[in-house]
Every structure is written in C-alpha cells, then in structure tokens.
C-alpha cells in the first residue's frame, strides 16, 4: 500500500516472527498464561497500523515487545533486521494515560527526552518547535496537574515525538478523553504522523478511530492474543466518519469481531 | 492552537469564585460592623493586662525590673499603630485579621498569668514564677542564653545535615538496587527504631569529645526516619514513569535521579519532618548529658540553681527556636514541591 524504498524498511520497519509471550503467575497478583500466543506481523516504514480487539488480547503485550519493556518468550521481534532486546528513544510509547513527570513543567517534559539523551545543549530549539506543534506555547510554565485531559495527552505525544523515534508506539493514547477532544486529537496525530514519516502502531478500543486513522487494522482475539485477521483501509484521508465506505468498513469489523467471540480457533494469521 | 472549553478550566474557576464572593458579600453585610473589635484585639489585651499590673497588689516579692510592663506597653502602641494604619496597607491588613485575634488572647493570657500567680499566689514558689520574675530573668541574662541558643543551633544544623546527608544515600541505595535491599533493610528495622538518646552509653565511649557524640547521636536520630521515608519512596517510583523514561532514552543516571528521586521527594520530607522532631528530642538530651552548653543545658543548669524564671524564659526560646526552624523547613518544602497540589499548610 505505501510505496517504500528498500532502505527505508531496513531503518524503521517492524517484524514479529512468530512472538509468544507468556507471563508466569505471581501469587495470583497479575493473571498468568499465555498472553501472545505466535504473533507474525510486519509493519512497513511510515505506515500506521492499529490494532483492535477485546480487553485481554494481548495488545498491550504486542506494544510492549516492541518498546523493548518486555522480551519475547519465544519468536523475534525486529526493528529493521535487529532484535529488540531493550527500550531506546528510536521507539517512542504514549499511554492512555498521559505520565507527565508532575515535578516537571510542560516545557521540562517537553525536554526530557533530549535531556535523558544528553543532547539538550545541541538540540534546544526543537522545544519550542515541538511546543508550537501541539500549541502549548502559552502553558510552558504549567504543571502538569493544571492541564486538561486532552493538554497533557499533547505533551505526551510532543515529548515522545522530540526524540524524532522512528517508530511511535500509541497505547490507547486518546481512551481517556471525551469525543469531541479525540476526534481532533485524532487530526492531531494524523497530522505529526504526515509531518513526521513515523510508523506508527495504535492500539484502541475505539473501530471509528483505527477506520479513521489507520492504513490497517489488525483484529486480535483474546487469551491467548492471536491476529484473527488484518484489514487495510483503502480510503483517502482526510476520511468522512459519515460516509458509506466508512460505515461499511466500520460494520464489517464490528461483524468479525462478533464472530471472533464465538468461532472456535479463528483463522490465525 | 484550538483552544476548547475544557482548556479554559482555570478562568472558569476563578470565574466562579470571584462570583461566589461578590454573592456571599451581599449576603452578609454585617460583617463589616464586627471588624473594628478585632483590630482593637491587642490593645485592649493589653490594656487588661496592664490594670492587671498596676491595680491588683502583688503577694510575690518580685525585685521590680519593669521589663514585662514595658512588653506590654509596646504591645498596646504597637497594637494601637496597627489599628490606625491597616486602612492604608493592604498586606497588613491581611496579617492583621488573621493573627490580631490570636495576639490579643496571648496578651491577655499573660495578664491572667500574673494574676494568679503573682496576685493571688495560688501556685508555689519558687516553681511558677510570674511573668515579670520570667521576662526579668530572660532580660538580665539574655547574654547567656544567646550564647546558648547559639551553640543549640550549631549542634542542631552539624548534626541534622550530616544525618540527612547519609541518610539520602542510604535511602536511595537500598530503594533502588535489590541487593542493597536485601541486605540493608533488616539492618534498618532492627537498628533504626532503637530511640538515638539509648545509644548515649556508647557515644560516650566511642567519641572522642561530647561534641562529636552529640553531633553523631543527633544524626542517628534524624537518619532513620529519612532513610526509611526515601527508600519507600524510590522504591514506590510509578513504574510507568520509568517505562515512559527508559522509552525516551533514558539510562540508569537519569532513572534515579531525575525520575525516582523527584518521585520520592514527597515521602522524603515526611522523612525530613520526622527527623527534625527527633533531633530537637536527642538534642536537648545530647545537651544534658554530654555537652555544657546550649538550651538543653540551660535548662537543668537553672534547676540545679532553682531559678524557676529563667527555667521558663529557655522554654520560651526553645519553642520560638524550634518552631522557626520547623517553619522554615515546611517553607523549603513548598518551594521545592509546588508541582504538588493540596499540601499541608503548616
């Protein structure tokens, strides 16, 4: 679907290779088992893919592995042709829940990716470019416990985006904000996405969000997560929510993923 | 950029304030009427306490050194010159309606203390002095009590700092690394609870001078509380903090000091609180036993003389002492957590 260069995956594409996670049972405080169960996925440079399905599929796992938070009990999991064996700043991750540093204001959080690298001194201006970005001049001073919802989810994704990451990892990160806030935070990651190249990989809940936003979505059935199937949106952006090829599409998901709760296996990619 | 009704919270707020005042003005104008009694609070305090002094014969045989009058007296003009100017400065107005009330009552509570005591001679002397024989005494001797304070003070700071210094370095040593953990946390629950003053027999013979044991007990003291507060504290740093951290780039360095640390902060000046309430302890007994000098000494050194007044007078600068230096701290404590919402006002 996009055209890329053969260079171009190399740096910044993603590759699951058969990933399984499986987490052991700690005196019942997080839920044992299999979590992925032989997950195969590639996600070429610059696209943005999301992943759908029930709570407990797995896709925060699948977000994890790529960060490097986690490592996979078996299979691979690459970025280009390299295993992801620790979290770095070339993968970025943003959370349902914004996770501002509180003792930081927004311009210090906005910093500390460039901080945490050492490059500050060199790269300082890109602060109030990132700031003007998310259009948080005004709010530089602030703490975090003075901005809204969508305001502090604007400084995740500008403090995540500062380190220029090859890859953004979105876990959820609209879930927590009313409708009318996400849809235009949605235009608002569209648009860094478009400025930025990044490959982008969304988790949601929300089907209207990955039709709107994504080149694909991938279907994930639950315990254990598996790819029940992966469906690529062949619609001009900007999208029209309202439209017949919208609403198809959105039916269409909602239907697979009515049918995935009941039929036994699926048809595991 | 596009800025919703959400974003605009914070006017909204004030909005809703401003307007909640302006309303609870038009209900209760009479108000205004009441103020004129609560900036008179202090003069007529000491007015009181002054009849008191002047009208009602004394049955203790004070030597008449007139510094408790004279308190008075400048209580009155001071409390009178406020009440003529605090139309005309705003910031004093404000002091001045939150502390005239309290002031008044402390002024009269002085007259009341020389009531029954000098007046009607209800206590025993020579343990409960009147005011004047208290304020006579911190007067005639106040070379020696600066003198004391003075070295209560250097104690106090050598031996709080010194604390607190290892104790953040213990704190975030056994909050951070698993091993420190292991090995340092029975150590510090089977030690740290031990009250620093039961380790005075000990001090004494370890130290070469009593200064250094107080200054070592003093930092005991205020050790445990930080170390155990800090290593709490790092140890509870939100995961997701360092996850979004190490996603960003970061390296073991930043991880604790610029993630766990400021994370702890909170939990460490509980610590801090806790160690200051236990040094002003282990300091004034450090001053008993070992040191000759400072508050602490001073004290029982004027018991052994029965000097009752200036008993009272070194209690009196000790609490103003301390309380200052309490206040200062929970001032840093607001300087450095602003990002905090809903503090404890001290």
């Not at chain 2, 170390?227 to 939100?238: E, K, W, Y």
Request: net charge positive; hydrophobic share 50%.
């Amino acid at each position: 679907m996009v055209a890329v260069s053969e260079l171009a995956i190399e740096a910044s594409s993603l590759r699951l290779r058969s990933a399984s996670k499986y987490f052991a049972a700690v005196d019942g405080a997080a839920v044992g088992g299999l979590a992925l169960d032989k997950v195969s996925l590639f996600v070429a440079a610059g696209e943005l893919v999301s992943i759908v399905g029930p709570s407990g599929c797995g896709k925060s796992t699948l977000l994890r592995l790529i960060a490097g938070l986690l490592l996979p009990t078996e299979g691979e999991v690459l970025v280009g042709d390299e295993p992801i064996t620790a979290p770095n700043a070339e993968r970025g991750l943003v959370f349902q829940d914004p996770n501002l540093f509180p003792w930081l204001t927004v311009r210090r959080n906005i910093e500390a990716g460039l901080v945490a690298r050492g490059v500050l001194k060199q790269e300082r201006g890109q602060v109030d470019e990132f700031m003007r970005l998310v259009g948080l001049e005004a709010f530089a001073d602030a703490f975090p416990h003075h901005l809204s919802g969508g305001m502090a989810q604007r400084v995740a994704l500008a403090r995540a985006m500062i380190n220029h990451p090859k890859v953004l990892l979105l876990d959820e990160p609209l879930g927590a904000l009313d409708a009318f806030t996400r849809m235009r935070m949605q235009d608002e990651v569209l648009r860094l996405w478009r400025a930025h190249r990044t490959t982008m990989l969304l988790v949601t809940h929300d089907i209207d969000e990955a039709v709107y936003m994504s080149d694909r979505i991938v279907i994930m059935t639950p315990r254990p997560g598996r790819i029940e199937q992966i469906i690529p949106v062949k619609m001009n952006r900007p999208r029209d929510r309202s439209s017949a090829d919208f609403l198809r599409l959105r039916s269409d998901i909602l239907q697979t993923m009515h049918f995935a709760g009941r039929s036994l296996g699926g048809n595991g990619a | 950029m596009n800025t919703s009704v959400e974003e605009l919270r914070p006017e909204a707020g004030i909005v809703s304030k401003a307007r909640l005042g302006a309303e609870t003005a038009l209900v209760t104008p009479p108000a205004v009427k009441k103020l004129p009694q609560k900036w008179l609070a202090v003069p007529v305090g000491a007015c009181i306490a002054l009849a008191i002094h002047f009208f009602i014969p004394k049955q203790e045989p004070v030597s008449p050194t007139h510094y408790y009058p004279l308190l008075l007296f400048v209580m009155l003009g001071l409390g009178l010159l406020g009440a003529a100017l605090y139309r005309f400065f705003e910031s004093l107005r404000k002091w001045m309606g939150q502390m005239c009330p309290i002031l008044g009552v402390a002024t009269m509570t002085a007259g009341m203390w020389e009531l029954v005591t000098s007046c009607l001679g209800l206590f025993p002397l020579p343990y409960f002095p009147g005011p004047e024989g208290v304020f006579g005494s911190m007067v005639s001797d106040y070379k020696l009590l600066f003198d004391s304070t003075w070295h209560s003070l250097i104690l106090l700071v050598s031996g709080y700092a010194l604390g607190v210094a290892i104790a953040l370095i213990t704190g975030v040593t056994i909050g951070w690394f698993g091993h420190a953990r292991y090995w340092g946390m029975p150590l510090l629950k089977v030690v740290g609870p031990i009250p620093a003053t039961a380790w005075i027999p000990l001090a004494m013979v370890l130290s070469p001078s009593t200064l250094f044991s107080a200054i070592g007990l003093i930092a005991l003291a205020v050790w445990f509380p930080v170390t155990m507060l800090t290593a709490s504290g790092i140890n509870n740093t939100r995961a997701s903090y360092l996850d979004v951290a190490r996603t960003l780039g970061a390296r073991q360095t930043y991880l604790i000091f610029r993630v766990a640390i400021p994370g702890a902060l909170p939990n460490i000046f509980i610590g801090l609180f806790m160690g200051l309430g236990t040094s002003f302890l282990t300091l004034v007994v450090a001053e008993n036993v070992g040191v000759k000098s400072g508050l602490g000494w001073y004290v029982s050194w004027a018991q052994g003389w029965a000097e009752y007044g200036k008993v009272y007078g070194a209690l009196i600068i000790m609490a103003a002492f301390f309380s200052t230096i309490m206040t200062l701290l929970f001032k840093v404590r607001d300087r450095v957590l602003v990002w905090q919402k809903g503090v404890i006002k001290w």
